[in-house]
């Protein structure tokens, strides 16, 4: 016995000694976080109506049922429709927006752009109620002739986005440096003409990480398109999902929610692999970038 | 030598425009629009707030009222009970996430990179779907129901209204947000110091209280910002795992104003109390991502 506490100290006291209780709280953690949503995935296959007790596989509620299923209601197929169209139409307008402002703000210097600079920060830091709330009374009350619903969201959507796609693109801008652009000037190109042919291709990457990462927020994005839709008609996946999570819904439900998790599995992983594309032949991973990204 | 011409001189801020017109005619004139209703009028026949947009007649009567109600009237529990429901979430937050953000940064070896991965996970799952999944565990027929009769504890309706739900909620809402800034941070701690500290005689818990700690301090309030700023505008966790009146947040408060009860101003003026509250925490984490993406590689 005391042999055993007296190996006991030693464990304990040795500073190099494998974490244990760190590393069962972290895998604790991350079972806890992900399986949760891997048994809500497991319940869309449900071959009964319940989201709770599980009655056998079947594929009833993603397409088998002729009324309900995923596949077949049209009110469910709307919201995948609308959320797929206003995520694509906020990536294609905020993208070139964030990335001609991370480009202007890098250079250019002043009052103005300082102001312009805290301005591009404050939406970052602002909580999505108030973003969502301010967005919603400016259309009720000021920009009257733009209706809420779809084009009111995609405003309010490219209006958060903008921000994320400088913090990407400016971080990306930092690490070129200014050398190539000016050895381009230097060998005669005007600036205009080293943006285009040195600085724009080098940012190739970031700019489509910019367009995945856009993408992927506008589709999980709630409390905007919440504030601003109109009715059913403009309603969005989330706006679905939590309008009939405490309702009687089906496990069709379950199934609308896993096709989304599926589009944004794939927008976040090609940004990944485009962030890795820049980080060729350099120390550390993509998904470190992407981990201090933090947004 | 760089050109120094007119062109070149206009270039960058005409890049820079459209972003920036867009801000502006986006998010400050919004901004605008919140103080022309909380400082604006009631129509005498209908009821409905009618803004003011000159600030020399702002009429703060309304707001005032509103104000009073928050120090003092009924508005101040819902204030109090959002302040608590958030320290208390954040709390146990810090206590799961910093073992997790320091395993996975400094000790998880050859797994750290598959570890990040799941820690990055959540980010792309919608917060909808893991409340979602969340509804469907606490069912009275659900799993934790299932689990807990197995332990033969009695079976409890999780979803009528209770604090501990929402908090619990929170957590798991929230808990990703805070563990990235801290792993950054952690990651940051030169290995050197702490094998100095070790080398000079401090054991372990001393070097995690005396070095690693107050190093990252600054992940620690970046983690406690970047968290608590969604989490105390938050309404649907509140809504979704409860729904009921006694667990009501000042989110579902603005949203109800806002939407179901019509009376716009009162939403816009509790906006603003928001707002105000938050400030110190919005203009630290504006700063601190500002440095972030300048240091950024």
Redo the contacts between chains.
């Keep these: 016995m005391r042999a055993l506490t007296r190996r006991f100290g030693a464990w304990a006291?040795d500073?190099w000694r494998p974490?244990v209780v760190?590393?069962m709280?972290?895998w604790v953690?991350?079972l806890?976080?992900?399986v949760?949503?891997l048994?809500?995935v497991q319940?869309s296959f449900n071959s009964g109506r319940?989201?709770?007790?599980w009655q056998g596989f079947s594929m009833r509620w993603w397409w088998g049922d002729e009324q309900r299923s995923l596949f077949h209601d049209p009110a469910l197929r709307q919201a995948m429709i609308n959320s797929l169209t206003l995520a694509g139409l906020t990536m294609l307008i905020a993208t070139?927006?964030?990335v001609?402002?991370a480009?202007?703000?890098?250079?250019?210097r002043g009052r103005?752009?300082r102001a312009?600079?805290?301005?591009?920060?404050?939406?970052?830091?602002?909580?999505?109620?108030?973003?969502g709330?301010?967005?919603?009374?400016?259309f009720?009350?000021?920009y009257t002739s733009i209706p809420l619903g779809r084009p009111a969201m995609l405003?309010?959507h490219?209006?958060f986005s903008?921000s994320y796609v400088?913090?990407i693109v400016?971080?990306r801008l930092?690490?070129i440096g200014r050398d190539l652009e000016?050895a381009a000037?230097?060998l005669g190109a005007?600036?205009?003409q080293a943006?285009r042919t040195v600085l724009l291709p080098l940012l190739g990457p970031a700019v489509f990480a910019s367009l995945m990462i856009v993408f992927?927020t506008s589709?999980?994005d709630?409390?905007i398109s919440a504030?601003l839709s109109a009715d059913a008609s403009s309603e969005t996946?989330?706006i679905k999902?939590?309008s009939n999570?405490?309702g009687s819904p089906t496990p069709a439900?379950?199934a609308l929610?896993t096709a989304?998790?599926l589009g944004?599995?794939v927008?976040?992983a090609l940004a990944v692999w485009s962030l890795r594309l820049f980080r060729r032949g350099e120390r550390g991973?993509a998904?470190?970038?992407?981990?201090?990204?933090?947004i | 030598m760089p050109d120094r011409s007119a062109s070149t001189r206009r270039l960058w801020p005409t890049l820079a425009a459209p972003g920036v017109v867009w801000l502006v005619l986006l998010f400050l004139v919004p901004f605008y629009a919140i103080l022309a209703v909380a400082f604006g009028d009631l129509d005498p026949i209908f009821g409905n707030a009618v803004p003011i947009w000159n600030p020399l007649a702002w009429d703060f009567t309304l707001f005032t009222e509103i104000v009073e109600r928050v120090f003092g009237g009924e508005l101040g529990k819902v204030f109090i009970r959002t302040f608590v429901y958030v320290g208390t979430a954040l709390t146990i937050s810090f206590l799961i996430g910093y073992p997790v953000a320091y395993y996975v940064s400094r000790r998880a070896g050859p797994r750290r990179g598959l570890l990040l991965g799941l820690l990055l996970a959540p980010f792309w799952i919608n917060y909808l779907m893991r409340m979602l999944a969340w509804v469907n565990l606490l069912q009275a027929d659900g799993y934790v129901n299932d689990g807990a009769a197995l332990l033969g504890l009695e079976r409890a309706n999780w979803l009528d209204g209770r604090s501990f739900t929402v908090i619990m909620g929170l957590v798991y809402g929230y808990v990703p947000f805070l563990i990235l800034p801290l792993f950054a941070a952690l990651d940051r701690i030169d290995q050197r110091v702490l094998e100095a500290s070790r080398d000079l005689g401090m054991g372990p818990a001393r070097t995690f209280w005396r070095v690693t700690l107050p190093m990252s301090r600054q992940g620690i309030l970046a983690a406690g910002v970047i968290t608590a700023l969604p989490m105390t505008g938050d309404y649907y966790t509140a809504d979704l795992l409860s729904g009921s009146p006694r667990t009501s947040m000042v989110g579902n408060q603005i949203e109800f104003y806002l939407f179901e009860g019509s009376q716009k101003n009162a939403g816009a003026s509790l906006v603003l109390v928001l707002s105000v509250f938050l400030m110190v925490a919005m203009a630290y984490y504006m700063w601190s991502t500002d440095r972030a993406t300048r240091e950024l590689r």
């Design positions: 006291g500073p974490p760190l590393a709280v972290t953690y991350v806890w976080s992900i949760p949503v048994i809500a319940f319940s989201r709770s007790t070139p927006l964030g001609g402002l480009l202007g703000l890098a250079r250019w103005t752009a312009s600079n805290l301005l591009m920060l404050v939406p970052l830091s602002t909580p999505e109620i108030v973003m709330a301010m967005l919603f009374l400016v009720d009350n000021l405003l309010g490219v209006t903008v400088v913090v400016r971080g930092l690490s000016e000037q230097d005007t600036p205009m943006l992927a589709i999980d709630f409390v504030f996946v989330p999902i939590y999570v405490r439900l379950n929610a989304m998790l944004t599995t927008a976040i991973s998904v470190e970038d992407f981990a201090r990204l933090d």
